[in-house]
């Protein structure tokens, strides 16, 4: 999909959420990259093979 120079990570790649947004869609809580990558708002990911990458959750630290 990418097109320009230089190209954007492919969504292979481990650094593929650093290709240019195409599409923003804040609204709805995503993203299209330019890799065919949809990025949510939540740090969860679909790639354009169907797969998915889960949300980057903290669990929350409790105090005494």
Known sequence: MCTHLPPCPSADRSDHDTAVVVSAHPEQGWNL???GTIVFDD???LLPDGQTVA???T???TGA
């Open 55 to 57: 949300p980057l959750r």
């Open 33 to 35: 990259l330019c890799n």
């Open 43 to 45: 740090t969860g990911e």
């Open 59 to 61: 669990t929350a630290r």
